[in-house]
């Protein structure tokens, strides 16, 4: 373990932030998806799991701009189980770039502890989804040299959601590879 990472660990356990109405996921899923719409972002999907919610939503900064011309792109996933809504969320920024023919992913930000929950894969395929929806040709992006220690992890990440990974010299600490999906458009 480096300097870095001793600096920059997080906590292993999540924060919990207490549910309006104790141990009732239904009710806190209705308060918070009111108060994410309250705050001008909009609740895109709601999962259910054994025993936890999943709130997917996105924000938007341009109150003038619609939903089409909005050029970032934030989705976080709001969890909820029976103890609390936890924190920090995962989330998945990018940007339209090229008048909105292709995606930079910039960054999928999972804390360790909520990493193999499948929180990842719900955020890219959405991304995914919007490229196919507004027919983008790609997304791209890169794996950062603060990944050298996962990078395995990462490209099955990626290729399991149709990337193509191309890594460099991993003792670059900036940029260790970067990644290309392609809209087939089918």
Excluded: C
Aim: no cysteine; hydrophobic share 40%.
């Amino acid at each position: 373990m480096d300097f870095l990472d001793i600096l920059f660990k997080q906590p292993k356990l999540p924060n919990v932030i207490p549910l309006q109405k104790k141990r009732d996921i239904e009710h806190e899923v209705k308060f918070q998806t009111m108060s994410i719409n309250d705050a001008g972002f909009k609740v895109l999907d709601i999962f259910h799991r054994e025993e936890l919610a999943i709130l997917l939503y996105r924000h938007f900064y341009e109150d003038t701009l619609s939903e089409e011309e909005e050029e970032d792109i934030i989705l976080k996933l709001r969890i909820i189980t029976k103890k609390g809504v936890l924190h920090p969320e995962p989330n998945l920024k990018a940007f339209f770039i090229y008048e909105f023919t292709k995606i930079e992913l910039a960054d999928i930000d999972i804390k360790e502890q909520f990493v193999n929950d499948g929180y990842g894969s719900i955020l890219l395929g959405r991304l995914i989804e919007l490229a196919v929806k507004r027919n983008v040709r790609e997304i791209t992006g890169w794996i950062s040299g603060v990944d050298k220690n996962h990078i395995e992890r990462l490209v099955h990440f990626y290729e399991k959601h149709g990337f193509q990974i191309n890594l460099h010299d991993r003792a670059n600490t900036y940029k260790i590879g970067d990644l290309i999906w392609l809209n087939n458009f089918d």
